[in-house]
C-alpha cells in the first residue's frame, strides 16, 4: 500500500518520532508539573505551538508544491485562508443566540447589516461533518478549477507565481466587502466552542494543539507518500524538465494538478486548525505579503525536503513572538536580516546546514550541477529552464 | 542532528518564553504596577499608533515622577503587534499571561479589538481603547475611551443641517465595520430629519485607496443639482491624502461642499498640504488648538518627550490622556490594582480633561466628551467653531439602529449587564449565561 | 449662511458703486483699534457686521486686514488686547507684526494669542466680496475668475452697477460671464427668457440654477428649464466619456510609472525584486527631502528631487545588486526572498530614521488645480503632469536601450550572456548598470507619486504587487508591453468603476489578467525568439 511506504523510510520514522515525542512532551510538562515549576509549559506557550504546528502544515503544503512540482505559488494563503473561514462558519454558527444581538440563525454581523435570512453560502455550516468536509472542499475545488485552467494552458514559472498572486489579492479584496456576507474587514470572531468543548478552557487548548500535531504529522506522510510513489518522480521529473517529461509521454498537467490539489487541501487543513486556536480569521490572511512570507518560511528551512518547511516555519515564527516582544521597534530589522542572510549564505536552508540528505530529498542531477557550474545564467525558473534544455 | 533538534528546541522555546515573562521582575523588591502598551509599531498601521505607544509612555514617566501610584513605580511593557489582528489576540495573552500586566492601553482599528477582546474577557483584564469607534459593544473588560457615534457623528451632522443649511449628503467612507455602522446611524437620522433617499449618496472604497478620480468627479455631480451638499467622510487614515488632493485639484472648496471627517485628525495632516484643504471640516472631542492652560501644558510636554518642536497632539492621544488618568485615579480609590476592584472603582471616576472640562467614566464603560467641530487651516490645525454647550455622554448602543435601540449597558451591581434589554428586561443570553457560571 | 446675507449685499453695492471706501483715507490707530476690536467677539453674526464696517471705513489697511482675516493670521494678544498679524504660525512661538502700524513685533506665545476665527460661511462670503474688487483689477484671468466666483450669487441690488461693468468691460469672456451671473439671477426671479441665454452652458453654478427651476411653480419656466438641462446633459455626456479616459489614462501612467522600473529589473534581469516597491518610497523622501532643503520653493525642489530621486534610488539599487543580488545569480526565485527581507529592513529604516508618520510634500503652484477644457471638463494638473511624466521616462528608457551602448550591451548579456561575455562584454558591469537604472527610474516612479499619494513608510507596499502584474501582463522583458498593459489596465478598471464601485472594479481586472494569462501564457507581448524560452 503506497501510504505505507513512507514509515520505511528512516527520514520519516525520524520526522514522526521527534514530532510525536515533542507532541508527548509538551503534554506532559502543561500537566503534571504545577504552574510555579520552571519546565511548566503554559497553556499560552501550548496555544502558541500549536499556531506554529498549523503554520508548519501550511508550510508543508507549500512545499509540496514547490519542493517537489516546480510551482512557486504565492497564493497558498488562499486556501489556508478558505480553510479557515470555513471552519470560522461552523463556529460562528455554534455561537447560537448567544451574540450580542441574541439571534439564534444570524451572526451578529449580518444582524447589524439588515440581512433577514442566512445566505445559501452559510447553510449547512452548523453541522460539523459539512463544515469540516468544506475545510478541505474549498480550498480544493478552487484548486482544481485555478489549476485546471492554469496547466492545461501551460502556465509557468514567473507567470504562474503571479497569477496565484493574482488569485489571491483578489480573493482578499473580495472578502473585504461587507456584502460579501464574510464579515469584511472584522472577519469573523467570538468563538465560543468547537464540537462542544468550550474554547477558553485550558485542555481544549492542549486538545487542539495535539490535534494540530497528528494532522501535521498525517500530512508529512501524505506528503512523503505521494513523494516517494511514481507521481512523485514524475512531479520531480516535471520540475526538472517539464518538456522532455511531456515528450516521453506523461500529462505533466494531470500530475501537476492532483498534486496542487493534494497541496491545497492540506493548507485548507491548517487553517482550520489555526482559526479556533488564535480565535479570529479575517480577510488579511488573504493578503499576497503572507503568502511570500510561508514561501520563505520554506526557503529558510530547506526547500524540497519537507522536513526543512516545517523547522522554517517554526523557526520564523517564534523569532516573530521574541521579537515582536523583545524589541518591538527593531525586529523588522533582525526578521529582514535574517531572511536576506539565508538566502545569500544558506542556498539550501536550514535543513542544507544540517548536511542532511536523505535519498531521494536533494536536487540531484543537472539541476544541482548547474548551480555550482553555470552561476551566471540569468533564466526565470526551474521549469522553464527545463523547456530550454529540451528545445536546445 | 536532526532527530534531537525539533524536541530540542521546542523545549528550549517554552523555557526561554517562560524565562521572558518570569526572570526580570522576580529581583524587585517591590513589584512595579505593570502597564502593557499594545499599539501596532510596524505595518500598516503603525503611522497612526506609534504616537500612541509615545503618549502612554510620556504619561508613566510623568506619573513615576511624581511618586508612582500607591507607592510604586510603573513600568510600560510595550510589544508590537505589528497590524497583524491574530497576532494583536496573541501579544494581549502574551501581555496578560507572561507579563502578568495590570492594565492595557492599546488597540486602534475596531477589528484589532474585536480580536483582543475575547482574550481580554477570558483572562480577565482591563484595556482602555482611545479611538472613536462604531459602538454596538460593551464589555466588562474594555473602557471606551474614544467617541461614540452619538459623540461626534451627530453633533456634525446637526451641525452642518442647522448651521451651513445642508440638503444634500455623501455618505463615503472605507467599507469596514466603523464607517458602515457611522453611516448606517446617519442614513437613519437624516431620514428622520425629512431628508429624502434621492439626497443621501453612500459610497465605500477600500482600505488604502488612492485613485479618487471617479468618485470626486461624482461628488462634484451630485452636488450640482442646487441643493446645499456636504461629504459626511469616514475614510480611513491613509486614502485621505490622495482623497484631499483630488478634492482640491477638481476644484471643490470648501464653500461649495463641505467635507466634514471623522477620522482626520491633526496628525493625518501633518502629511498634507492643508493650504488647498482650508475650510474643510472634522468633527473630534479635542483639537490641538484648545486654548487651555492644560492643552498647552500638555503639548509642552509632548514636544519635550519627543523632542521635536512640530510634532502634534491629536484626539486619541487625548483619549488616552484621560483613560491613563481615571486608571490612576481609580487605582487610588480602590488601593490596588486587582482588576476587579478597579473595575468597580472606576465608574464615577471624572478626570479633567484638555479642553477644559471635566471627562466621567459612565456606567456603560463610556466617558462623557464635548463635541467639537474644526475647519482645517493652513498650518494643518483645526479652527473651533461650534461645540455642544456641554459634556456628551457615550453611548454603546445606538438609539437610531434596529435592535440596538432597546439595549442598555451598566456594569454597576446588580444589573453588571453589557447589553440589557429593556423591552423584555433581561440580559442577552450569552451573559446571562457567563454570570450564571 | 443665512445670517451672512445681510451684511453682504451692502458691501457688494458700495464696493461696485465706484469703490467709495478706499477713496477717503483715515488711518488712524485707534480707530482701527476699535475696528479690530469690534471682531474679537465669540459671535459669527457680530463678526459680520465688524466685516462690514472695516470695509465701509475706507481704512487703507482693510484689505490687509481682510486678507489676514481669511488666512487666520490675525489674532490678539490675551493680555494686553494689542492685534498682530502672524507670519509663520507652525511650532509654539511665531513671529509677528503689529496689525496697525504692521512693523516688526518680535515673537509671540501660541499660548498667548487668541485668532480671530471665521467659519466657512463667512469665509465664502467674503471671499466673494473680495472677488468683486478683483472685477477692477488689470489681468484678465483674475477679472474671468473674479467674474466665474459671482455666477450664482448675484442679487437685485447688483444688477444695475453690473451692467455698467458689463458695457465698460474689453473682454469677451468677462462680459459672458458677468451677463450669465445676471441671467441666473433672473431665472431666480422667474424669467423664462433668462433659460435662453443659459442654454448650452456646462457650468456646474448655471446647472444648479436650471435644476431648481425645474422645481419652479410656473409650469413654463420649468419645462423650459428642463429642455436646456436635457441639452446639457446631453453634451456632458460626452464630457464625461473623455473624463473617464482621462481618468483612466491617469490610473495607467501611474500603474507604468511603478512598473516600468520594475520591467527592466524583473523582466530584463530576471530579477524578482521585491523591494522595488520601497525603492519607489525612496524616491518619494527624496523629494521631501529636497523640499526640507529648500523651504518655500515647492517647484524648484520638486524639479532637482528628479535627478536626485534617481540617484538616491539608483545608489540604493546598485547596493541591493552588490550586497545581496550578485550572490544569487541563477537563482531568481532565491531574489524573490533575499529582497523581501530588504524590503522589511527599508521599511522599518524609513520609520525609525524618518518617521512612522507620513511627511508633506507640498504640491508646487503649476502642479495644483487643474487644466480647462471646457466649463464641463476639466484635467487635473498634477494627474497631468504625472501623465506627461510617464511617458518622458517611457521614452527615455526606449532610447536607452535602443540607442546606446549599455542598452546594446544590456540585450545582449540578456539575449545570451555567455556569448556576451566571450564578446567582450563585462556582464558584471551590465549587471550592475542595469540593476541601477531600474532602480533609479523607481525612484522617479516615487517623485511622481509624491505628488499624489502619502509620502510614507508603506508607499512601496501598495505599488509593489500591482508592479508585478503590469509587468507579467504586458509580457516579461517587453518595456512596450508595460506601457499598454499599465495604461489598458488603468482605462478599464476606471470604465468599470462607476458602474461597479472601487472594489469590484479590481477583482474584475485581477481576475481578467489570471483569464488572460491562461489564454496568453506569455502575457500580451510575448518575448519571441530562444531568448524566451528561458
Known sequence: MWLSRPFRERSTQLFLGVLLAALAAVTFLNLALPADNPFHVSTYTVTLLGKYLSYALLAVAVDLVWGYLGILSLGHGAFFALGGYAMGMYLMRQIGDRGTYGDPVLPDFMVFLDWDSLPWYWLGFDMPWFAFLMVILAPGLLALVFGFLAFRSRVTGVYLSIITQAMTFALMLAFFRNEMGFGGNNGLTDFRELLSFDLRSDATRLGLFIATGIALALGYVICRAIVASKLGRVSVATRDAEARTRFLGYRVERFQLFVFVVSAMLAGVAGALYVPQVGIINPSEFSPIFSIEVVLWVALGGRGTLYGAVIGAILVNYAKTVFTGVMPDAWLFALGGLFVLVTVFLPKGIAGLLGYRFRGHRFKGRHSKRRSSAPDTSTSDTSTSGTREATA | MIPTLPAHSSRWLAASLLSLGVAAPALAQEDPIKVGILHSLSGTMAISESTLKDTVEMLIEKQNEEGGLLGRQLEAVVVDPASDWPLFAEKARELLAQEEVDVIFGNWTSVSRKSVLPVVEELNGLLFYPVQYEGEESSENVFYTGAAPNQQAIPAVNYLMNNVGVERWVLAGTDYVYPRTTNKILEAYLKSHGVADEDIMVNYTPFGHSDWQNIVSEISQFGSQGKKTAVVSTINGDANVPFYRELGNQGINAADIPVVAFSVGEQELSGIDTAPLVGHLAAWNYFMSVDTDANYDFIDAWIEHTGDEMSVTNDPMEAHYIGFNMWAEAVRKAGTTEVDAVKDAIIGVSVPNLSGGYAAMMPNHHITKPVLIGEIQDNGQFSIVWETPSTVAGDAWSDYLEGSRDLISDWRKPMECGNYNVVEGSCGSGQAEAAAE | ?534
Open chain 3, 1 to 534: 449662511m443665512r445670517m451672512i446675507r445681510c451684511f453682504v449685499p451692502g458691501l457688494l453695492l458700495c464696493l461696485l458703486i465706484g469703490l467709495v471706501p478706499f477713496a477717503q483715507a483715515q488711518n488712524d490707530d485707534a480707530a482701527g483699534q476699535a475696528l479690530l476690536e469690534a471682531l474679537a467677539v465669540s459671535s459669527y453674526e457680530a463678526k459680520g457686521e465688524a466685516i462690514e464696517s472695516i470695509i465701509t471705513s475706507g481704512d487703507e489697511r482693510s484689505r490687509r486686514w481682510l486678507d489676514e482675516l481669511l488666512d487666520g493670521k490675525l489674532q490678539r494678544h490675551k493680555d494686553t488686547g494689542r492685534f498682530v498679524i502672524v507670519l509663520e504660525n507652525r511650532g509654539r512661538n511665531w513671529p509677528v507684526i503689529d496689525a496697525l502700524s504692521f512693523e516688526e513685533a518680535g515673537e509671540m506665545s501660541r499660548r498667548d494669542l487668541d485668532r480671530i476665527g471665521i467659519n466657512n460661511a463667512l469665509r465664502g462670503q467674503l471671499q466673494s466680496a473680495l472677488a468683486v474688487l478683483d472685477l477692477y483689477t488689470d489681468d484678465v484671468d483674475d477679472r474671468r475668475d473674479a467674474a466665474r466666483e459671482l455666477l450664482g450669487s448675484v442679487d437685485a441690488a447688483m444688477v444695475e452697477p453690473l451692467r455698467e461693468l458689463i458695457g465698460s468691460e474689453d473682454d469677451a469672456e468677462v462680459r459672458r460671464l458677468l451677463e450669465q451671473g445676471l441671467a441666473i439671477h433672473r431665472l431666480n426671479e422667474g424669467d423664462i427668457e433668462a433659460i435662453a441665454e443659459l442654454e448650452g452652458s456646462l457650468n456646474s453654478r448655471v446647472r444648479a440654477a436650471l435644476n431648481s427651476a425645474t422645481q419652479s411653480d410656473d409650469p413654463l419656466v420649468a419645462d423650459a428649464a428642463s429642455a436646456a438641462l436635457l441639452d446639457i446633459e446631453q453634451k456632458l455626456r460626452i464630457n464625461s466619456g473623455l473624463e473617464t479616459l482621462y481618468f483612466g489614462l491617469s490610473l495607467g501612467s501611474v500603474l507604468v510609472l511603478a512598473a516600468i522600473g520594475l520591467a527592466i529589473t524583473f523582466g530584463v534581469m530576471g530579477v524578482i525584486n521585491m523591494a522595488h516597491g520601497e525603492l519607489i518610497m525612496l524616491g518619494a523622501y527624496t523629494t521631501w527631502g529636497m523640499q526640507q532643503l529648500l523651504p518655500g520653493q515647492p517647484g524648484l525642489s520638486l524639479v532637482l528631487a528628479i535627478p536626485a530621486g534617481f540617484a538616491v534610488a539608483a545608489l540604493a539599487g546598485i547596493a541591493i545588486e552588490r550586497g545581496v543580488i550578485q550572490f544569487l545569480k541563477g537563482r531568481p526565485l532565491e531574489t524573490l526572498l533575499a529582497t523581501f527581507g530588504v524590503s522589511l529592513i527599508l521599511q522599518q529604516l524609513v520609520r525609525t530614521v524618518i518617521s512612522p508618520l507620513n511627511r508633506t510634500v507640498v504640491s508646487p503652484e503649476w502642479m495644483s488645480g487643474s487644466l480647462m477644457i471646457n466649463e464641463g471638463l476639466s484635467l487635473t494638473l498634477n494627474r497631468l503632469f504625472v501623465l506627461g511624466f510617464a511617458l518622458v521616462v517611457f521614452a527615455c528608457l526606449m532610447l536607452v536601450m535602443r540607442r546606446t551602448r549599455l542598452g546594446l550591451e544590456v540585450r545582449a548579456v540578456t539575449q545570451n550572456r555567455a556569448m556576451a561575455r566571450a564578446m567582450g562584454i563585462r556582464a558584471t558591469r551590465v549587471d550592475i548598470m542595469t540593476f541601477a537604472l531600474g532602480s533609479g527610474v523607481a525612484g522617479l516612479a516615487g517623485v511622481a507619486l509624491s505628488q499624489l499619494t502619502n509620502v510614507g513608510p508603506n508607499l512601496g507596499q501598495n505599488y509593489i504587487i500591482d508592479s508585478f502584474m503590469v509587468v507579467v501582463f504586458g509580457g516579461v522583458g517587453n518595456l512596450w508591453g508595460t506601457l499598454v498593459a499599465g495604461l489598458s489596465l488603468g482605462v478599464i478598471n476606471q470604465v468599470l468603476e462607476p458602474w461597479v464601485g472601487a472594489v469590484l472594479a479590481k477583482i474584475v481586472v485581477l481576475v481578467f489578467i489570471i483569464l488572460f494569462i491562461q489564454k496568453r501564457p506569455r502575457g500580451l507581448f510575448p518575448q519571441k525568439g530562444r531568448a524566451a524560452e528561458g
